[in-house]
């Protein structure tokens, strides 16, 4: 027979959305049992994610700049890739930051199960232990569901090729493919292409649609792919044919205006989205909501329909991010301890780290207008930047900002630059505490550096009403 745990709290899934909430659960005094079926705690972000492919971006960092400061009159030899180190490095990185997240779990007595859990009924799940043979039945009176995603899988690729990859296997970096497919312009492609043609892939990224990441504004995007041109083989507006594996590597067939000829490549990467996993944890022996995609509907308190069961995450929805899955993981918390908390941000960020970064804030120019807001733009191009030119990074950069022309109010906010993702940060704060152009633009920021772009865009749109004619 299965054995039995009593908690307050269940939270089925240990990614950042599900440490974040058990965390919080304990904190707030609450008795909480952590159901992970893997080894390690820290889902997908930490594992197979944001963090190990930040390592490798640093890696591809490094050597972009060293290729970059012969403008400048300094000359390195070619680098030599030690692909082991490369990936002893990665790996050092996870799992200092998984052994972390153990020592926090222990630290505050929660009690973590490792295995698989699937609903019996809306008070119970049953453990399937990853090691052991072994059951655990955990009644619960409270449960957060944090079962996250997955890369998506289609039927029209032989997944099941050792040279077909998804996002972990680019992470493992076992080899550098001589010719690499990148099927999808979004965020993952995009940075895992950065890393390989760096490691010296030549890379093609093929883009059903005419332009990379998908609800970016135009102008944002276009500074990202002139900057890119020579690092990759874009492909827009073309699809695949089909992906055929052959002994001598995938051959791949193309359709759509620009088609190419058919191609061989040594891998292909699928980075054509992630699916969540709603339809495989036993919700069918509740009355909680899930859509045939497997995304479950929550209210702004992250409460499901069953009202004991709540859901965050990637597994509900709105922008797959582990920064978005935290703060709702925090709001579920304190829901069920009793607070009145409720996931009603003013802006989620986004960021692609890739060369340059992107990072985008509140509105995009594209939902200004959907919204009917009466908006203006402001924009600093970064060849006006002291620091950008000093820093041989002015070639590519645009600090975009988006105001309501009827309150000054900034509304929307977009950076294409070096560093990008780490100048997000004022327009973020600018957007929560509702900042309007006077406030941005009166903000005395430091020179020379890449934020003054911020309060450079500000004043053109803050000059522009009030000491203009
Ligand atoms: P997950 O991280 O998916 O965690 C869910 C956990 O639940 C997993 O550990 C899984 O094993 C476990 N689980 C699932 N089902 C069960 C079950 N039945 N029983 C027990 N356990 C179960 N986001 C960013 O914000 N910044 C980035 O830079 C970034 N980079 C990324 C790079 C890559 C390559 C990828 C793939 C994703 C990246 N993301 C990034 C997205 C980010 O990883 C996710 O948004 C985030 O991990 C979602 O957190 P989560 O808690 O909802 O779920």
Redesign the pocket.
Known sequence: GAGEVKGQVLV???????YSAAFRCADLGLQTVL????DTLG???LN???IP??ALLHVAKVIEEAEHISHAGIKFAKPEIDLKGVADYKSGVVKRLTDGLSGMARMRNITVIQ????FIDEHSVIVNHTKEDKKTVVKFDNCII????Q?SKMPFIPHEDPRIWD?TNA?EVKEVPKKMLIMGGGI?GL?MGTVYQKLGSQVDVVIRGPQVMTGTDKDIVKVYTKANEQRFNFMFKTQTQAIIPKEEGIYVEFKGDNAPEPKTYDVVLVAMG?SP?GL??GLENTNVEVDDKGFISVDNQMRTKVPHIFA????VGGP????K?VHEGHVAAEVIAGHKAYFEPKQIPG?A?TFPEIATAGLSEIEAKEAGINYEVASFPWSASGRAIASDVSGAGLTKLIFDKDTDQLIGGAIVGDNAGELLGEISLALEMDCDAEDIALTIHAHPTLHESVGMAAEIFHGSITDMP
């Open positions: 089925i899934g240990a990614g950042p959305g599900g159901v992970e079926r893997h889902g997908v972000c197979v994610g944001c492919s930040k295995g698989t859990a699937s944090a079962a996250g995603s890369s996002s992470l993952i940075e992630r996993n495989k944890i965050i995450g990637d597994i797959m991010l582990a920064h899955a960021i780290y």
